[in-house]
């Protein structure tokens, strides 16, 4: 998923190339869970940013068995880290990062010159139509972690980021693992294409299709945690999923507007951020 990028950014570590860039960012308050167990905000410092590259490193490498070209770093690192915000959740007790997304703005995205997914998918249809679009990714929780307050602070953060700067439409890829072979992967676009989830005008389509024909499928296919939680609070499924070698992946693209947001949700997000 390689691709010449428009200028240089850094590979082994985030330091130089970071720091300037967290001068400029957009910002938004942190916030404490109700339990007080948790605080959410974004990453103000490089170590900051290698906390949440450690935790998405351990993450992945353990439940998707992902290579990593800076393995010997215990750091999951790619060229879009230092134009990304990095959303992190610090446990108040132990001060360990234990969730983070990273965010894309399209500012950024157009300075590199195409989103993540665009390594992955044709894309046309969809950046046409919503040409503002955030991009979220690397999302991850740490195992002991995986707590309602968790995820919730998360999106919390992630819904304040956008009210307070003016964007409405959020798309990243969620994952399916492949270690079955594939199966739950295609069952699941069964499911999502019968239901009518995906809305064909803006349809992306992979650029490593799986062999959907070939597979096998599983009765009891569950969507896992992460697509779930995406379809409870409104997003739709943006085409058939792309195989991703290096974390041998099924990847879905989902889009979410916030004015198409599960009206519960809104609700939620609103009050606690008001």
């Known amino acids: 998923m390689t691709q010449a990028l428009a200028e240089p950014v850094f590979f082994e570590s985030p330091v130089s190339t970071t720091a300037a860039l967290l001068r400029t960012r957009p910002t938004v308050r942190h916030q404490q869970s109700e339990d007080r167990l948790y605080h959410v905000g974004l990453a103000e410092s490089p170590e900051e940013i290698q906390e949440a590259q450690r935790l998405r490193f351990q993450v992945f490498q353990a439940e998707y068995g992902a290579r990593f070209a800076s393995d010997r770093l215990g750091l999951d690192i790619d060229e879009f880290d230092s134009y990304c915000q990095h959303l992190i959740v610090r446990c108040t007790e132990t001060s360990e990062v234990v969730g983070t997304y990273r965010i894309l703005t399209p500012e950024n995205a157009a300075r590199i010159g195409r989103y993540y997914c665009e390594g992955e998918f044709f894309m046309t249809r969809l950046t046409r139509q919503t040409p503002r679009?955030?991009?979220?990714?690397?999302?991850?929780?740490?195992?002991?972690?995986?707590t309602g307050s968790v995820i919730m602070l998360l999106w919390g953060g992630i819904f304040r980021f956008m009210r307070e700067h003016g964007y409405s439409h959020l798309i990243g890829c969620a994952s399916v693992s492949m270690r079955d072979g594939g199966g739950v992967a295609a069952s699941?676009?069964?499911?999502?294409?019968?239901?009518?989830?995906?809305d064909p005008t803006l349809e992306c389509f992979p650029k490593t299709p799986l062999s959907l024909e070939r597979i096998a499928r599983v009765s009891d296919a569950e969507a896992p945690a992460l697509i779930r939680a995406?379809?409870?609070?409104?997003?739709?499924?943006?085409?058939e999923p792309n195989w991703d070698p290096d974390f041998n992946t099924a990847d879905f693209v989902m889009l979410l507007g916030l004015d198409s947001m599960n009206p519960r949700y809104l609700r939620h997000f609103s009050d606690g951020n008001s």
Request: net charge positive.
């Open 188 to 198: 699941l676009w069964d499911q999502f294409s019968a239901s009518k989830m995906v």
């Open 133 to 146: 679009l955030v991009e979220l990714g690397r999302s991850c929780v740490h195992p002991a972690h995986r």
């Open 230 to 239: 995406y379809l409870r609070v409104g997003a739709r499924i943006c085409g």
